[in-house]
């Protein structure tokens, strides 16, 4: 993909016009110029350093930037998170390499965080202009520069340190350091934005062994994957995305490394996604075992052990937590941030871990139980710890709650939440049967069958012919696909297949699933986009319904809708934009799912690919 290069203008890039690199401690996002315009220091949900997403004036950026460029392209080395940014002219190549050193033992990398960028003259020679103006503490906190000679600069501010090593002088311009310099053929420039550590001069060699080390832990990491079907290269780069995303420290996995960027461009739906979900990453775990992946399992398995056994007598699992497991996450405004493309409010903290959402049982005990079977033997303590939420969950599975879908527009009786409860004490059942672990079989038996049965009887609409989003409602909602992933309902059940069709007329449109239709009992009222969750539910649904090729032909489709990176944000707006944070675990997660699925139906049905899907 080429895109044009000119002055940057006053707006953020768009949401897709970037990649993202990462050392398992946090993120930063590459724009297609060679801007970094988000990243968080020293850990995911630490506050930015460079936030231009979200205001291009206050927030604060990182560019390497070539004169007199006509386009640019971007791709990420094989089989790595290493970002190569390719600037194109007339009598000029250069090439800029972007990565974050992992930290794991065969990746030899110290408790320092750096943003470690190699400039190298491909072809001609070019003038690279380099700018680091850092906004500390969401730009609320002020900084100093100093320009140390023969080391680069280092920005001093309440909110902490930052030093930008370099292998050319910089000077400093108001609260920037900057740097312009002609690059010859076969001539490199460094540059590494530190958080931690010594102030040193780069060594010799330096960037180029930590480009090696790094590259090195990738290819080993995505070798232990097992996948080998048709859609290997969507598959691995969205495993990448997925262990980008996971907190090596302590196992957690976020939502997305970002915060605030809009589900509907000047709407009101912007959040921080920056915390760990209960739900997304035992999806998450899911997803991993799949592919082989049973250390990142094992690492959030320990992760959930803590966090039940720190739950208070008699109550429930939050929605979600902080990386470190932390429980309190209050939500607050930052009203001095324009907000991407002016959408505000920007927002840090989530209030979403206040709520009630009875359906995260259901894709815990789910994951737990395949953990159980397919890694490792799950332990006593967890297994009696996990039987307290299944108590708790006993006593209050028919209270109204907030939904899969994080609604604060009043709590309801979701269908999604009665059927994850049966999921839960279905699952649960299972382990203890296959372990002869000590168990209340004959209650979770009771529970599970009410919960199927309230589905069955109080959310089925004979009038629609369909499944709806809560007892007695008209709503439409799309999470209900999952029933046959979870084994709910058989993939021909009459009551799915009818289901599955009145999605189709009310929330699908060009193959893209909306998650339901808003008309602000939601307790908003800005439209938002379809969310790519749903449409590879959808895509997976119709490979089990047996109507494969209309499955293939909507998974390729989708395809299309990735960035030229292959990553996704969470939502796709009317033009084919990226809306929501990125890139969101949940999509990646689904993605995978999808294709593993759909390639065993085409592999058994041998369909050819659909020439007509319904609109």
């Known amino acids: 993909m080429k895109h044009d290069i000119g002055p940057r203008q006053a707006v953020a890039p768009p949401i897709e016009d970037h990649g993202v690199i990462g050392d398992l401690h946090t993120v930063a996002l590459v724009g297609v110029d060679g801007t970094i315009d988000w990243c968080c220091l020293p850990r995911f949900d630490a506050p930015s350093v460079f936030g231009a997403l979200l205001d291009t004036g206050r927030g604060g950026s990182f560019s390497v930037r070539v004169r007199d460029v006509e386009r640019t392209k971007q791709m990420y080395l094989p089989d790595s998170n290493v970002l190569l940014t390719r600037f194109l002219a007339e009598a000029a190549v250069a090439e800029l390499y972007d990565f974050m050193v992992p930290d794991h033992p065969s990746c030899p990398a110290s408790d320092v965080r750096q943003i470690v960028r190699q400039v190298r003259m491909v072809r001609g020679s070019a003038t690279v202009e380099v700018e680091c103006r850092p906004a500390f503490d969401y730009a609320r906190a002020t900084h100093t520069v100093e320009v140390v000679e023969g080391v680069g600069a280092v920005f001093t501010s309440p909110a902490g340190t930052l030093v930008l090593r370099s292998t050319v002088p910089l000077r400093a311009e108001g609260d920037a350091a900057v ?36 590259l090195r832990y990738w290819d080993g990491w995505l070798r232990r994957s097992t996948y080998q079907g048709r859609y290997r290269e969507a598959v691995e780069r969205s495993a990448l995305v997925l262990k980008l995303l996971v907190h090596q420290p302590t196992g957690a996995l976020v939502a997305a490394p970002t915060t605030s960027l809009p ?228 993939p021909s059940d009459p009551r799915f297949l009818s289901t599955v069709r009145r999605l189709e007329d009310e929330l699908v449109s060009d193959s893209l699933v909306h998650r339901y239709r808003t008309d602000g009992t939601d307790g908003f009222l ?5 969310f790519n969750l749903c449409s590879f539910w959808y895509v997976e649904a119709l490979a089990r319904a047996g109507r494969v090729g209309e499955a293939r032909y909507i998974f390729e489709k989708m395809t299309t809708h990735a960035n030229h990176l292959g990553l996704y944000a969470e939502e796709i707006g009317a033009a084919g934009e990226a809306l929501g944070n990125f890139p969101q675990a949940f999509t990646h997660l689904a993605l995978i799912s999808a294709a593993t699925n759909l390639d065993r139906a085409i592999t058994a049905n041998r369909a050819p690919t659909s020439r007509h899907c319904r609109p």
Request: charged share 25%; glycine share 10%.
């Open 526 to 530: 800005d439209r938002e986009g379809t």
């Open 179 to 214: 740097a312009t310099v002609v690059l010859e053929p076969g001539r490199t420039l460094e540059l590494a934005a530190q958080w931690g550590g010594e102030v040193r001069p780069f060594g010799r060699g330096e960037a180029s062994r930590l480009l090696d080390d790094t």
């Open 263 to 490: 589900e509907s461009l000047g709407g009101g739906r912007n959040w921080d996604y920056r915390y760990t979900w209960v739900r997304d990453a035992a999806f998450t775990l899911y997803a991993l075992m799949r592919l082989g992946f049973t250390e990142e399992a094992a690492a959030f398995i320990d992760w959930l052990h803590h966090r039940c056994v720190e739950a208070p007598p008699g109550t429930g699992l939050q929605v979600l937590y902080g990386i470190d497991g932390r429980s309190e996450l209050p939500e607050t405004v930052l009203d001095h941030l324009a907000g991407y493309r002016g959408s505000r409010p920007v927002r840090i903290g989530n209030a979403a871990a206040n709520q009630l959402q009875l359906d995260i049982h259901g894709e815990l005990m789910d994951s737990v139980y395949l953990y159980n079977k397919h890694g490792e033997p799950i332990s006593y303590e967890l297994w009696e710890a996990l039987s307290r939420q299944l108590e708790w969950l006993e006593k209050h599975w028919e209270e109204p709650d907030d939904g899969i879908w994080e609604t604060r527009g009043g709590r309801r009786r979701f269908t999604y939440s009665a059927l994850m409860t049966w999921v839960a004490f279905e699952r649960a059942m299972r382990i203890a049967r296959h372990r002869g672990m000590p168990a209340p079989v004959e209650r979770w038996r009771d529970a599970a069958a009410a919960a199927y049965r309230y589905v069955q009887e109080e959310c089925w609409s004979p009038e629609l012919g369909a499944y709806v989003q809560y007892a007695d409602g008209r709503t439409l909602d799309a999470s209900l696909l999952v029933m046959p992933l979870v084994k709910f309902a058989g």
